[in-house]
């Protein structure tokens, strides 16, 4: 078997529960991190290997659940292949497993996401939304709680300690600290009554969201997303609050594209503007407080997320409000959305997608 540095030596018992054949071939992929992740071919195909960094089950058990949920409703979701004994997840040593069929379709890289890609996400994004309002809620976490802002402040001054005591020989250092020092001087801030009174509530409830909705997670072909993997972030908010969130984490709020994900999302099902607006004043709040890259750094020593210290991805913390607004004006409804997609609403909204 070739087999790359690093995987587990009990890789083959593990892969062999499920009786897909010997492996001729393992590897990690450069992306992800969270969960562990290993690419496979055996005699019986490709498969991707799941290691879930969860050491409770409940996790586990629950994104598998929302798959198969998602998966009966015709969402492209990547189910996990059943055991011969039955069940999705393995237990070895206190750690969970699943396997998964190779995702059909084809990868984008954050850069390469165009226009084309941003019309299929948005769809798809819409269609997921309509299928996800069924789920049930119970168990889910809501997303975008504030934070205590005195705690954020304390967990900044560790993280600074720490980063200054070994800048010397880290060439990621400086731009840590500038990132750093910009959120902290925005948390800060004097608080200002925001423009218009007080910020807006959304018009859309809080229901299950896939958590994660980004190119990385996402497959294409054929002009659509062909497949949606990593479901082990769900959880409860407005729908904008996930749409938001796409636009920052793929987008960077770029007009041209963002313009294209939501038109493409209000063929499928409506989406005012003001509920984009509430969703951008939470998460405005959560990228002030938010350190979880330089905490998994420098604090737990996961060099993976260096990454999001280099690049593209890399400069001055810009808050949420300000790159909303470059985008803002090209975000608004063209006109109201269609009667049909109205009327799909209660239909199968995924059968095509």
């Not at 010397?168 to 200002?192: C, I, K, N, T, V």
Request: with cysteine.
């Amino acid at each position: 078997m070739e087999q790359a540095v690093g995987l587990p030596e009990d890789l083959p018992g593990i892969v062999g529960a499920w009786a897909v054949g010997a492996i001729s071939a393992a590897a990690e992929p450069a992306a992800g991190t969270v969960n562990r992740t290993v690419l496979l071919t055996t005699g019986r195909g490709r498969f991707v290997l799941r290691a879930y960094r969860h050491r409770d089950r409940e996790p586990v058990d629950r994104e598998h659940a929302i798959i198969h949920f998602v998966a009966a409703e015709g969402v492209p979701a990547v189910a996990p292949r059943p055991l011969p004994g039955g069940g999705t997840v393995l237990e070895r040593d206190g750690r969970f497993f699943a396997l998964f069929p190779w995702a059909p379709g084809r990868q984008v890289a954050r850069a390469d996401v165009g226009e084309a890609e941003a019309t299929a996400m948005g769809a798809a994004l819409a269609r997921l939304h309509l299928v996800l309002r069924g789920y049930p809620r119970a168990g889910l976490p809501r997303r975008g709680g504030v934070p205590d802002r005195a705690d954020t402040l304390a967990r900044m001054a560790r993280l600074e300690g720490v980063i200054r005591a070994g800048a010397a020989g880290d060439p990621l250092a400086a731009a840590a600290l500038e990132r750093l020092a910009g959120q902290r001087a925005y948390l800060e801030r004097p608080p200002a009554s925001p423009a218009g009174g007080a910020v807006p509530r959304a018009t859309q409830p809080e229901q299950a969201l896939h958590g994660d909705y980004q190119e990385a997670n996402l497959f294409f072909a054929g002009g659509r997303v062909s497949a949606i993997i990593d479901w082990d972030q769900p959880g409860l908010a407005p729908p904008a609050w996930e749409v938001v969130r796409t636009l920052q984490l793929v987008f960077d709020y770029d007009p041209g594209r963002c313009r294209s994900f939501l038109r493409a999302y209000r063929t499928v099902r409506p989406l005012p503007l003001v509920d984009l607006d509430a969703a951008v004043a939470v998460r405005d709040v959560l990228a002030a407080h938010g350190l979880w890259v330089l905490e998994t750094l420098y604090l737990a020593g996961d060099r993976r997320v260096a990454r999001f210290l280099r690049g593209p991805d890399a400069g001055p913390f810009v808050p949420v409000a300000e790159r909303w607004a470059r985008a803002r004006a090209l975000c608004a409804p063209d006109r109201a959305p269609p009667a049909a997609a109205t009327r799909r609403a209660g239909e199968n909204p995924v059968s095509s997608a």
